[in-house]
């Protein structure tokens, strides 16, 4: 199984960016606790950050036949993207949509998500542990599909 993490833009700058909303770790501090978390589950992972929007358009219609799911945290694209949103659609893998903040809790701006009209799970303000559990959930999803 194949698991694509995707994070969009200024998700780079984690450890430097706002520490008092996003932490004081890295952007590998949290690949390093994914790779870690998916090996222990047997998953195959692959990582990908962007700050530009196309791009992530691009990734998630290669991950088509190849990733099995998907694993985004589009940050500010989450409330504009209706390009990403459409890109989910059209690949159809199942995803989980990923907030280090909740989303919920902040400005107004930010309590629309476009990625929430598609993602079979959206998990939001539990850190980078959010990313865990989404891990968690689309292994188990896998193990589920293969008892049916
Ligand atoms: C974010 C929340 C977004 O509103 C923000 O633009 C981000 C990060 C989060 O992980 O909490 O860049 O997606």
Redesign the pocket.
Same mark, same amino acid.
Request: aromatic share 6%; charged share 10%.
């Given at each position: 199984m194949k698991i694509l993490v995707i994070n969009? +833009?200024?998700?780079n700058m984690l450890g430097i960016r706002e520490p008092g909303i996003?932490g004081k770790s890295t952007y590998s501090d949290l690949v390093e606790m994914i790779k870690k978390r998916a090996e222990a589950l047997g998953v195959q992972t692959e990582f990908f950050q962007s700050n530009h929007e196309g791009d992530i358009v691009d990734k998630i219609q290669a991950a088509y036949n190849d990733a099995d799911g998907i694993i985004i945290? +589009?940050?500010?694209y989450?409330?504009t993207s209706i390009a990403i949103l459409d890109a989910l659609k059209a690949v159809a893998i199942p995803t989980v949509e990923v907030? #280090?903040?909740d #989303?919920s809790q902040?400005e107004d701006f930010?309590k629309l998500s476009y990625v929430s009209l598609i993602a079979q799970k959206t998990i939001c303000g539990k850190g980078f542990d959010g990313y865990l559990e989404a891990l968690d959930y689309l292994s188990h999803r896998r193990v589920e599909l293969r008892m049916v």
């Open positions: 969009g +833009p200024n998700l996003y945290n +589009p940050a500010a989450t409330h907030h #280090i903040s #989303i902040r930010r």
